[in-house]
């Protein structure tokens, strides 16, 4: 990767957490998350499945429940491949919001455009930073 590219885009983005992880219907079918800046600014996701909810959440405890599959068999491919994931970048494309998972190791890789909601799922599983481009975030309206 070319450093002096990454710099320059790292300042389009900002460090967020997950601040909270949700329901948007009474039956756990649609997430949402709220991502915090550490200077107070928000950014709200929502339109994923509550599966994906229900994992983040796990990950977010302390004492989380076993991983899916799914994520296994990540953490399995990137030891065999001597790779680690370091970050997921949240931006937007056109109506929808994608990511980047960003992995180095024995050689460095970014997979592109993935769903939000899986790399902030990956990230939190991970416990690895999320960084969510400046213009999505909004204000905190906390009274």
Same mark, same amino acid.
């Given at each position: 990767?070319?450093?002096?590219i990454?710099?320059?885009?790292?300042? $389009?983005?900002?460090s967020?957490?997950i $601040?909270?992880? &949700?329901?948007? $219907?009474?039956?756990?079918v649609? &997430?949402?998350?709220?991502?915090?800046? $550490?200077? &107070?600014?928000?950014?709200?996701?929502r339109?994923?499945?509550g599966?994906?909810? !229900?994992h983040?959440?796990?990950?977010?405890?302390?004492?989380?429940?076993?991983?899916?599959?799914?994520?296994?068999?990540?953490?399995?491919?990137?030891?065999?491949?001597?790779?680690v994931?370091?970050k997921? !970048?949240?931006?937007?494309?056109?109506?929808?919001?994608?990511?980047n998972?960003?992995?180095?190791?024995?050689?460095?890789?970014?997979?592109?455009?993935?769903?939000a909601?899986d790399?902030?799922?990956?990230?939190?599983?991970?416990?690895?930073?999320?960084?969510?481009?400046?213009?999505?975030?909004?204000?905190?309206?906390?009274?």
């Amino acid at each position: 990767m070319n450093m002096d590219i990454d710099q320059a885009q790292e300042k $389009d983005y900002e460090s967020v957490k997950i $601040d909270y992880v &949700g329901f948007v $219907d009474p039956y756990a079918v649609e &997430g949402m998350i709220l991502l915090k800046s $550490d200077s &107070g600014k928000e950014f709200h996701m929502r339109a994923f499945s509550g599966e994906v909810a !229900k994992h983040i959440s796990s990950f977010t405890e302390p004492e989380s429940d076993q991983a899916p599959s799914i994520y296994k068999m990540i953490e399995e491919i990137c030891e065999e491949n001597e790779l680690v994931l370091v970050k997921v !970048k949240i931006y937007e494309s056109g109506e929808v919001l994608r990511a980047n998972l960003y992995f180095t190791g024995k050689k460095d890789m970014v997979l592109r455009n993935y769903r939000a909601s899986d790399a902030v799922a990956l990230a939190a599983f991970y416990k690895i930073p999320i960084l969510v481009r400046k213009n999505l975030l909004k204000e905190s309206v906390e009274a």
